[in-house]
């Protein structure tokens, strides 16, 4: 069973990632900047996939949490600005 006394994070994460996708989704579909479909896609896969590993390493250690809190940004971040600058550049 979930103890949501320790898992009181997950819902606002929830809420959020699942904001960001409708974002996301409506940008691509309105034609919107790519960019903006980029930061709410991207943004939402970050924000599971944080959800998830901190989920997963929280009965391992608190090094393991704050690693899992971390990694995730640390490697989607680049990738949407990437993404981002990449759309910039191809539109000229």
Known sequence: MLDWSRLW???PLGVLSFALALVG???VRR???RWVGAHGLGGSY???VTALLV???GDISTTAEIIAWIVP???GVPLI???HTGARTRAR
């Open 73 to 75: 940004a640390a490697v």
């Open 25 to 27: 989704y409506v940008a």
């Open 9 to 11: 994070w997950i819902v």
């Open 46 to 48: 970050i924000a599971l």
């Open 81 to 83: 600005v990437r993404a």
């Open 55 to 57: 989920v997963s390493a």
């Open 31 to 33: 034609g919107w900047p």
